[in-house]
């Protein structure tokens, strides 16, 4: 199974932001979807941001629309999520998720994604 790798998490102050990483080995983003989901203790997962196979779709949760971007970096194949003006409602774990597919929709119901990184725990506290 293709390995996923987050990281950028951490503790941060209302209002800061943070950039979240994805990372995988080998892969080509020309054929994986790609997603941003959280989760928060007791709660169900929830998709925060999409990209499509190629890097052209993107797709927002209405909670961090203006806020936060998902973006894509060919040289080192990487997924980024970048998160302004934090709120504590933001808190959680933040998972990157890839589902291999040739097709140009953004997104994906969460039981469609195939790999799944370990997640990076967001605090957004003061």
């Known amino acids: 199974q293709l390995q996923l790798v987050e990281s950028g998490g951490g503790l941060v102050q209302p209002g800061g932001s943070l950039r979240l990483s994805c990372a995988a080995s080998?892969?080509?983003?020309?054929?994986?979807?790609v997603g941003w989901f959280r989760q928060v203790p007791g709660k169900e997962r929830e998709g925060v941001s999409c990209?499509?196979?190629?890097?052209?779709?993107?797709k927002y949760a209405d909670f961090v629309k203006g806020r936060f971007t998902i973006s894509r970096e060919r040289a080192t194949e990487t997924v980024y999520l970048q998160m302004n003006r934090l709120e504590p409602e933001d808190t959680g774990i933040y998972y990157c998720?890839?589902?291999?597919?040739?097709?140009?929709?953004?997104?994906?119901?969460?039981?469609?994604?195939?790999?799944w990184g370990r997640g990076t725990q967001v605090t957004v506290s003061s």
């Open positions: 990209l499509s196979s190629g890097g052209g779709n993107t």
């Open positions: 080998g892969w080509n983003l020309d054929y994986y979807r």
């Open positions: 998720a890839a589902q291999r597919t040739i097709f140009r929709d953004a997104c994906a119901v969460a039981g469609d994604y195939e790999h």
